[in-house]
């Protein structure tokens, strides 16, 4: 069955520290993955997308995402975070060619002074 | 530019009564999206639809729930009759369609509380 994991419930960092919010996916074709975060009471924004080429993508506010096969995972990183980013964060893919997207149960960071 | 736009944000109903949640796209866009997100969880997909036609319904509860893209006008996500477990936050997403077909734009969403 087509799965996003996210195995992190909750993580808290320093402000100022690095982040990595761990997914993985099963898909059984090349999958199409996706970073969103959501701030409380808002909708998702895109933080950045995989559909193929170059494993490693860049987003926007400074995040970025390693594609590994070998590992089916997506994880999201950040070298050093700052108190905004504190928020709800989702993983998301689809197999290529398909419009269902499958969501992960969701991150919640918490950034500490 | 605008966005995608849901409306209301917030929307309480008494049991039995009915939900219509709408949505209308990005501009340019033409397909839709319909997902709901139960308290602590991640969002489920409903349905999927372009102008007109209802692409994919997989995700859509048997009873009650439909929804609709017409021609003019915003999607619709109705639910009949509704209760108390349907009370979710149900988020609608577009896409242009064609090669960027997959990159989907959210809006901020319908909180749906029943009472």
């Known amino acids: 069955a087509q799965s996003v994991t996210q195995p992190d419930i909750h993580i808290t960092v320093s402000e100022g520290a690095s982040l990595e919010l761990r997914c993985n996916y099963s898909?059984?074709?090349?999958?199409?993955l996706f970073w969103y975060v959501q701030s409380p009471g808002q909708g998702l924004q895109l933080l950045l997308k995989?559909?193929?080429?170059?494993?490693l993508v860049q987003g926007i506010k400074g995040f970025e995402a390693e594609f590994k096969r070998s590992q089916s995972s997506f994880n999201l990183r950040k070298p050093s975070v700052h108190w905004s980013d504190a928020a709800e964060y989702f993983c998301a893919g689809g197999p290529y060619g398909n419009e269902k997207l499958t969501f992960g149960t969701g991150t919640r960071l918490t950034i500490i002074p | 530019n605008a966005g995608v736009m849901q409306n209301p944000r917030h929307l309480v109903r008494r049991r039995g009564q009915e939900a219509r949640l709408r949505c209308s796209p990005m501009?340019?866009?033409?397909?839709v999206y319909w997902y709901r997100q139960l308290p602590e969880e991640g969002l489920k997909f409903m349905v999927y639809l372009q102008k007109e036609n209802i692409i994919d319904e997989s995700g859509m509860p048997k009873e009650r729930f439909s929804a609709e893209f017409p021609k003019e006008g915003p999607s619709i996500l109705r639910i009949q009759q509704v209760v108390r477990g349907d009370s979710a936050a149900y988020f609608c997403?577009?896409?242009?369609?064609?090669?960027?077909?997959?990159?989907?734009?959210f809006g901020a969403g319908t909180r749906l509380s029943v009472l």
């Open positions: 501009k340019g866009h033409s397909h």
């Open positions: 898909y059984g074709a090349t999958p199409y």
């Open positions: 995989y559909f193929s080429g170059d494993t």
């Open positions: 997403a577009s896409s242009p369609g064609q090669v960027a077909k997959n990159i989907q734009y």
